[in-house]
């Protein structure tokens, strides 16, 4: 079976917004969780100070980060090497700002109290 390639256009638009679109997806994904864990009555089990929710949302952070990461392997391929590099670089500048900005929402764990309790 042969799989679909992209073309060069679509990959290096894809790697252009993936730090953007993994910051995006984190975003929706530990609001909602949020969201429908605050729903839920009651304190949940703990483990080092922590709600299991809070742990959820530092996973969620990581794995956030690692895919960030595991996108930094891909390179452009459309154009000359002149427009690649600037592309590797606008694609590095951009996965730069999400990891900051997935590392501040996930920092908010240890800093801000949740539904589920005080941070102590």
């Known amino acids: 079976m042969n799989a679909m390639r992209?073309?060069?256009?679509?990959h290096d638009l894809l790697l252009?917004?993936?730090g953007p679109m993994v910051w995006g997806a984190h975003?929706?994904?530990?609001?909602g969780f949020t969201g429908v864990a605050c729903a839920r009555p009651g304190p949940g089990p703990q483990w080092l100070g922590l709600a299991w929710e809070a742990w959820a949302i530092v996973a969620l952070g990581l794995?956030?980060?690692?895919?960030?990461v595991a996108s930094l392997a891909a390179r452009p391929r459309s154009g000359s090497a002149q427009n690649r590099d600037f592309l590797r670089a606008i694609a590095l500048a951009l996965n730069a700002?999400?990891?900051?900005?997935?590392?501040?929402e996930t920092l908010a764990v240890f800093l801000v109290p949740g539904c589920w309790g005080p941070v102590r």
Not at 6 to 10: D, E, K, N, P, Q
Not at 27 to 31: E, K, P, S
Not at 63 to 68: D, F, I, K
């Open 6 to 10: 992209l073309s060069a256009a679509s």
């Open 16 to 18: 252009l917004f993936a």
């Open 63 to 68: 794995v956030a980060a690692a895919v960030l």
């Open 27 to 31: 975003f929706l994904a530990i609001y």
């Open 97 to 104: 700002l999400a990891l900051l900005a997935i590392a501040w």
